[in-house]
């Protein structure tokens, strides 16, 4: 009787453990769920204020509303950071990734179309390169307001269209209606493939072969602000897995929860705070930084998937 009563408060705490994970999981999911539809619909009234900023520049050209017209660029490419690389929804097709920031872009591609632009204006560019990166061209090289003004209407205008079409894939509905395993799958994987990319990032900024610091194939060198911008996204994903991920992997894996929270600490603080292009930068700084965000992604690659027991697909965006 005793052996019996024992078997079955075991096999109940067993259920109980169980049920509570399972609310832990369904709690992360509608988290994802909920902060993945508002990075969008952020991003989608982000682009709409620079494109109409955009358009008050261009009505009177001058220094002032320049400035005023990179800060809005600034603030709509933080506003980008957030589904940059995740592969979620629309944005598991590449080319509309290129068209949100076409990198990495080793050859300048996205210069040398907006250079063959504005030497035959009735060219334009197409949707795939109007993206933030052609934009940072016409906003930050040294041009007139009447070169900048000849495409950028119609520049944001293709823009705006390919915010609109990722923020319509990304509503709360569409989120919900994706089976639960594929969100799992797709959730999980969205943070493997920002600290993949975040690595991409830091690792084009310097050569490690000849030993010297590359600031021309950073994200955004035209801005000098690739490092801030790096800082930036690693910064939203330590929040947004605090907030969604880290309770529910906690409750499965409280040792691995805290390691990879103590991850997150460890490379903000050594993320270089100077650009690459700073004439005092450190080359040194930008390698041991690397080791952090080597570490990060291992967690999210490999330990991450397997005590949740979550398969993670790859795709195009996962790079070379």
Known sequence: MKKTLMIGLAAAGWWLSASATANQQDSWLSGERQYIAAAASQ?????????????????KAEPLGLAQSQQAWQQNYQAYLPLQATALGPL????????????PDKKDTAGRKVKAALANQAKALSRTHSNLRSQAYLLFETLSGEQRCALLPQIL???????????????????EQLEHAQQLS??????RLQ??????????????????????????WRADLSMALLRQQLSLLQARYQANLQPYLASVDGKLAEALAAQFVVASQQLPQQEPSAADAN???????????????????HQVPQALNIELGFNNNDGD
């Not at 991003?43 to 009505?59: E, I, K, P, R, T």
């Not at 797709?186 to 943070?191: G, K, R, T």
């Not at 600290?195 to 955004?220: D, I, V």
């Open 157 to 175: 205008e293709f823009y705006l269209a390919t915010v609109e079409q990722v923020q319509q894939g990304l509503t709360l509905p569409a989120l």
């Open 92 to 103: 598991v097709d590449l080319k509309l990734n290129w068209a949100l920031s076409y990198w």
């Open 43 to 59: 991003l989608h009234l982000n682009a709409q204020a620079y494109q109409q900023q955009l358009g008050d520049y261009c009505l």
């Open 283 to 301: 080359l040194a700084a930008w390698q041991e930084a690397e080791q952090a965000l080597v570490e990060l992604e291992a967690l999210f690659v």
């Open 186 to 191: 797709d959730f999980l994987n969205s943070y």
């Open 195 to 220: 600290a993949s990319q975040m690595l991409r990032k830091l690792r084009a900024m310097y050569s490690a072969k000849h030993q010297r610091l590359r600031p021309y194939q950073g994200e955004a």
